[in-house]
C-alpha cells in the first residue's frame, strides 16, 4: 500500500491537513476439507489529520502526537467452488468512520542532500 499525506502548520507546533492511506489488495487462501476459498481485501482511508509537534519548528528530527479522522472504505470479496464445480463469489463492501490517533517522528531531509 502507500500513503499519500498533505499538511499546512497553522502555528510553529501545530498543523492540519489530509491523508489517504490505500492498503491492498491482501489475498489469502482458506481450505475446508474439500473446499478452498479465496479473499481479497481493499482498505482505503481518506481522513483529515491533526498533528501537534513537541520540538521547536526548525528542529530536523520533530517528535510529534495527533489524529486522524476521516472515512475508511473496505472490499471484502470471496471465491471458492461448489460441490458442483461452479465458481460462487460473494462481495461485501463497506464504509464507516474512522479515528486513528497517532505517535511518531518527523526527520527533515532537505538539508542533507
Known amino acids: 500500500g502507500?500513503?499519500?499525506?498533505?499538511?499546512?502548520?497553522?502555528?510553529?507546533?501545530?498543523?492540519?491537513?489530509?491523508?489517504?492511506?490505500?492498503?491492498?489488495?491482501?489475498k489469502t487462501k482458506y481450505s475446508d476439507g474439500n473446499i478452498t476459498y479465496w479473499a481479497t481485501d481493499n482498505v482505503t482511508n481518506i481522513s483529515s489529520t491533526f498533528d501537534f509537534m513537541i520540538a521547536k519548528k526548525d528542529n530536523p528530527v520533530q517528535p510529534y502526537f495527533g489524529v486522524d479522522m476521516g472515512?475508511?472504505?473496505?472490499?471484502?470479496?470471496?471465491?471458492?467452488?461448489?460441490?458442483?464445480?461452479?465458481?460462487?463469489?460473494?462481495?461485501?463492501s463497506q464504509i464507516y468512520p474512522m479515528i486513528s490517533p497517532k505517535l511518531g517522528m518527523k526527520v527533515g531531509l532537505g538539508g542533507m542532500f
Open 2 to 26: 502507500f500513503v499519500v499525506r498533505c499538511s499546512y502548520s497553522l502555528t510553529a507546533n501545530m498543523a492540519i491537513g489530509t491523508a489517504v492511506h490505500i492498503y491492498g489488495p491482501k
Open 71 to 92: 472515512i475508511s472504505a473496505s472490499t471484502h470479496n470471496v471465491e471458492y467452488l461448489n460441490d458442483a464445480n461452479q465458481k460462487q463469489k460473494y462481495n461485501i
